[in-house]
């Protein structure tokens, strides 16, 4: 009744694709050969293919798969390597020294070549519909095993669900995969709303993938998303968080947020997104975050979630931090009590891990100290372990124009000075007095005289 309900809205019909687990036409895959496919062979890890070629010499079958074959298809290096078998994660652990079963909704394995992870996946079968469920009709756990050609059905958009056999050169094509990169489109494989329903991150997903690889989404993938977006609510949020990190760290992170506000999944995720991105200030500075992160990432560059995140939600707790000063709280106490409130309430929705939320709060609490530029405080910061963080944080600011940009010039010609520079730079009065906690009002004056008996604070 709600699938009908969702296409009359929608105006949608039921697509070809949706009896995909029981149509014989998918079970035969487009074979393409190296001269068809054009996929470089030395961009594949060498540790992929002899994950391959072990499971295969022990008579199975094994192909890289998903978005590994995407990424070489398109000439990209992938940076993670998928394998597919008919294996059973038994098998496989046996077959490697260091290989461990993980995964409660769908086991998989983990194979380990000194850092290097390699996931390996035993085809999936035809969707079990006595799958436990939640409400909402989201599997919770699913170890059905089957054969390739359901395991092709299973996933979710035709250019992630084509199989490569580093042995034969030979990409296996199921869904029309090969045809939906070459027009540079976006097309879940089956029906949308139950593939949506089944899994609400696949929205998500949608919307990564088309900002990363600039992709026009399929108008029927599309149209689902802005009725059936509130089902993200109903996963859990350490998964939401997960796919939030791959959409901010994909290299194109503006342009994964701009999709999101624009099919109207950003509510929940960045409740105050919106507000940020319409004052002046708040979206100049996170754009600048945003750019740098994607520039950092493109070098092949670290970067760290806390900053990334202690970026977007700064100007909430900027807006928390003068409220609580207007409140009559001390500057420093003010500062912590608003990252409180943020942070509370983004752990709620994010599942910002631990770790993560220290470090937003040491870059957040390092602000008012770097505009104190007298004594033994800028000396002290040189100590700190998060100064490179928090000093890249306030050249944000800087170049947002939240703050002076002599600040952040002066603090880049301490930290990269030497110690005469240093102490020359400390003579220099700055042109905006360091930020003082609020002076506390003295008692008047008693008139008169005062008496020999009266003390001090009488």
């Known amino acids: 009744m709600i699938k009908k309900f969702i296409q009359r809205i929608l105006g949608v019909k039921n697509s070809g694709d949706a009896p995909v687990k029981n149509s014989k036409a998918r079970a035969k895959p487009k074979a393409l050969n190296a001269k068809e496919h054009g996929i470089n062979p030395e961009l594949l890890s060498a540790n992929a293919v002899r994950v391959t070629q072990t499971l295969q010499e022990n008579g199975f079958k094994a192909f890289v798969v998903g978005g590994a ?19 059973t994660p038994e098998q496989v652990k046996r077959l490697f020294r260091r290989a461990f079963i993980i995964g409660r909704r769908f086991q998989i394995v983990h194979v380990m070549f000194g850092q290097d992870l390699l996931e390996v996946t035993t085809f999936r079968g035809a969707g079990d519909d006595g799958a436990p469920k939640d409400e909402h009709g989201r599997v919770l756990r699913d170890n059905t095993f089957g054969e390739q050609h359901e395991d092709a059905a299973r996933r979710d958009f035709t250019i992630n669900a084509m199989y490569y056999d580093p042995a034969s050169q030979t990409v296996l094509d199921y869904h029309g995969g090969i045809a939906d990169i070459r027009k540079k489109t976006l097309r879940i494989i089956g029906t949308p709303e139950a593939r949506y329903r089944e899994d609400p991150v696949r929205m998500l997903r949608v919307v990564r993938f088309a900002a990363k690889l600039q992709f026009t989404i399929d108008e029927a ?19 939401v968080f997960d796919e939030m990190l791959k959409l901010l760290m994909s290299g194109h992170a503006m342009a994964c947020l701009q ?4 099919e109207g999944l950003h509510h929940g995720l960045m ?23 994607d520039e950092r990432i493109k070098q092949g560059k670290t970067v760290s979630p806390g900053f990334l995140f202690a970026s977007l939600l700064w100007h909430q707790v900027l807006e928390k931090w003068e409220a609580y000063k207007a ?23 994010l599942a910002l891990q631990r770790k993560i939320g220290s470090d937003m709060r040491d870059i957040w609490a390092m602000q008012p100290r770097f505009e104190k530029r007298v004594g033994k405080t800028p000396y002290k910061l040189l100590e700190n372990t998060r100064l490179r963080a928090s000093y890249d944080f306030l050249l944000l600011r800087c170049a947002s124009g939240e703050l002076d940009a002599e600040i952040g010039e002066w603090w880049t010609d301490f930290i990269n000075g030497d110690e005469i520079e240093r102490e020359q730079l400390l003579t220099i009065k700055p042109k905006k007095a360091a930020a003082e906690e609020p002076v ?8 008169g005289p005062r008496k020999p008996s009266d003390k001090v604070g009488d």
Do not use: W, Y
């Open 69 to 87: 074959v995407r990424d070489l298809l398109l000439g990209i290096k992938p940076k993670d390597f998928d394998i597919a078998t008919n294996a």
């Open 221 to 239: 993938t599309r149209l689902p998303i802005a009725v059936m977006a509130p089902l993200i609510n109903n996963v859990p949020s350490a998964r």
């Open 259 to 262: 999709q999101l506000r624009k």
């Open 271 to 293: 409740p105050l997104l919106d507000v940020v991105l319409e004052q002046p200030l708040g979206e100049k500075f996170v754009t600048l975050a945003l750019a740098n992160t």
């Open 327 to 349: 409140a009559g709280e001390f500057s420093i106490p003010a500062l912590h009590l608003a990252a409180d409130d943020v942070l509370n309430t983004q752990t709620d929705s």
């Open 440 to 447: 506390k009002k003295r008692r008047p004056r008693r008139r």
